[in-house]
């Protein structure tokens, strides 16, 4: 009975683990990273990407997109979960099929990230970024550093949606955030660039940010901080009742 006993509570702990530690990812609509879902603003065939199991990987190319599950009309909020590796600085934002910038954008440099792996939950509202008239964003872009430099080993095993805030999409979770008096988390600042393109650029997707250098606006959030307090007090509940059923049981 003792060791029946054991082997439920170790099953019953791993379960309340792992759903803890899925619960953030219900609320998102994964994007799919593959080469149906190509994005049509980023200007690529599918040979251009090596196509993992899990994801892609480019090397050498200014940008890639990927077609959203629902257009995002202006002024409407989004948050992006994105995991992977790059050996460099890289940007993200909400993009039009016609190559048009069409959200805040999101510098990764701005973040302290000069390479390495990334897990980033970034919060984007539609907005007519290069001023071509847009009503809605369709997908969603990952770019180099500047419009004259490439991306460096850019692979991505993770990207999904949330449709709202990210207050929105915490509450959707049902995640609070750990406070931590010691730690504030700094003020998102310019990083550097020599993103110095002109008018005269062609409106190709290569060319949709000819005004990077604004690059302001930039949320980051932090989802892998949160806690989902039902479950601790769940595990607590469970330790607590086999715990008292094995002392009963050596009485």
Known sequence: ????????MVLIIAATLSITLTAEEDVFIEIPLTPEN???GCGLTADQVTWNDVGFTVNDITQISFLLPEPVPMGETVVVHVIGTCDDNFRMWLMESGAATSSNQYNMQSWGFY??????????????????????????????????TTLT???????GIFYGTYDEYEAAAGITEEVEDSETEPAATEPATNDNSTPEESNS???????????????KKGGCGSVITANAMLLTTVVTIFGSALIKKKH
Do not use: H, Q, W
């Not at 369709?138 to 500047?146: I, L, S, V, Y």
């Not at 080993?153 to 990207?159: A, E, F, P, R």
């Not at 997707?205 to 949320?219: I, L, P, R, V």
């Open 1 to 8: 009975m003792k060791k029946l006993l054991s082997i439920l």
């Open 38 to 40: 190509l994005g049509i």
């Open 115 to 148: 390479g390495g792996e990334f897990d980033e939950y970034i919060e984007l509202t539609a907005t007519d970024f290069d001023g071509r008239g847009v009503t809605e964003a369709t997908e969603f872009n990952f770019k180099a550093p500047t419009y004259d």
């Open 153 to 159: 080993n850019l692979t991505v095993t993770y990207c």
């Open 205 to 219: 997707g290569a060319d949709s940010d000819a005004t990077d250098t604004e690059n302001a606006d930039s949320n």
